[in-house]
């Protein structure tokens, strides 16, 4: 049976699952938590609860449809996709899922923290992505902003290759013990045509060749710039099926340019899931 890896649990997540597994898909769900309709109270205006439904009371019936129809789920923050002999390797923080296709439904998330002159710096000193751009850091001194597991599966990516490595927590304390790192809060990032120093609150300076953000968890932007998957602004770039430039890998729901809302999530999932199914006829 080909496997389905589908990153979120949100309205996209379950509805590209729903019809996945109905078409025959062995679909897996990993997700870190309910995403936007966790924080969300009452929903108005989706289609057939008449007085509204609780948010938490359709996460919840989600879930628990696609799991009578046989999903699976893994509670679980996805840290990296990577290529693999399968076509893909889902890696979270505890281990690897294989895949044969994949759909990102990771809704909204761009972990920018609120650094003077980020934005100035980014693809000059500034990266999302360890995989990508480690490589021409080496024998250089980079950071690595955020102090949860995220930031430290990107030092792990990044020590592979660079000696001098250090997490910068960026005021918060951190969730690891054993590794480099500076509990400073970061004013600014400073220098030329690239970044050249780390600005602290203190009014210490250090100099640092790159970061690497990866506050919180890695969200659709972060895993789509790891897999080389076209964006535009924080969104994945799809076809009108909601396939992305990688065959095989598609996007759905907020992560997605277009309404942020339940009902062109449902939409875009049901697209993503039934093009897996013929990609994978085909593959
Ligand atoms: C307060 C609030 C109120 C809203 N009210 C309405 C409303 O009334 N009507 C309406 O139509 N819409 C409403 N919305 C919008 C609606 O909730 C979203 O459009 C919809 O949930 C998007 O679905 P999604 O599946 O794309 O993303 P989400 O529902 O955000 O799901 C994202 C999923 O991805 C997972 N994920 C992300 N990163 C990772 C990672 N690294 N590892 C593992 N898992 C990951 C999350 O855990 C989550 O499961 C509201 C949103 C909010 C925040």
Redesign the pocket.
């Given at each position: 049976m080909k496997k389905l890896v589908i990153?979120?649990?949100?309205?996209?997540?379950i509805s590209a699952a729903l019809y996945a597994v109905r078409g025959g898909l062995d679909v897996t769900i990993?997700?870190?938590?309910?995403?936007?309709?966790q924080?969300?109270d009452k929903?108005?205006?989706?289609y057939g609860f008449d007085g509204g439904i609780s948010a938490r009371k359709l996460l919840e019936d989600g879930e628990n449809q696609a799991r009578t129809l046989g999903v699976q789920f893994v509670t679980?923050?996805?840290v990296g996709v990577e290529f693999a002999e399968s076509g893909f390797a889902v890696k979270t923080l505890s281990k690897d899922l294989e895949a044969n296709a994949v759909v990102l439904?990771?809704?909204?998330s761009r972990n920018v923290p609120p650094i003077e002159n980020i934005e100035k710096f980014e693809g000059r000193g500034v990266s999302y992505c360890a995989i990508c751009d480690g490589f021409f850091f080496r024998k250089k001194k980079v950071g690595v902003i955020g102090n949860a597991g995220y930031a430290k599966s990107e030092y792990g990516v990044l020590k592979n290759i660079i000696d001098d490595v250090t997490i910068l927590t960026d005021g918060e304390q951190p969730s690891f013990d054993s590794l480099p790192f500076t509990d400073k809060k970061i004013k600014s990032f400073e220098g030329g045509e690239k970044l050249e120093e780390v600005v602290f609150e203190d009014g210490t300076r250090e100099k640092y060749d790159g970061v690497f953000v990866a506050c919180g968890?890695?969200?659709a932007f972060e895993?789509a710039k790891k897999l080389g998957l076209e964006i535009d602004g924080n969104k994945i770039v799809t076809d009108d099926k909601r396939a992305t430039n990688i065959p095989g890998v598609y996007a759905?729901?907020?992560?997605v340019k277009g309404l942020?809302?339940?009902?062109k999530?449902v939409y875009d999932g049901m697209l993503a899931g039934t093009q897996a199914i013929q990609y994978l006829k085909k593959n």
């Open positions: 990153i979120g649990k949100g309205p996209a997540g990993v997700a870190k938590d309910g995403g936007a309709l924080k969300a929903i108005d205006n989706y679980d923050e996805v439904a990771c809704g909204t968890s890695a969200g895993l759905a729901g907020d992560c942020q809302q339940i009902a999530a």
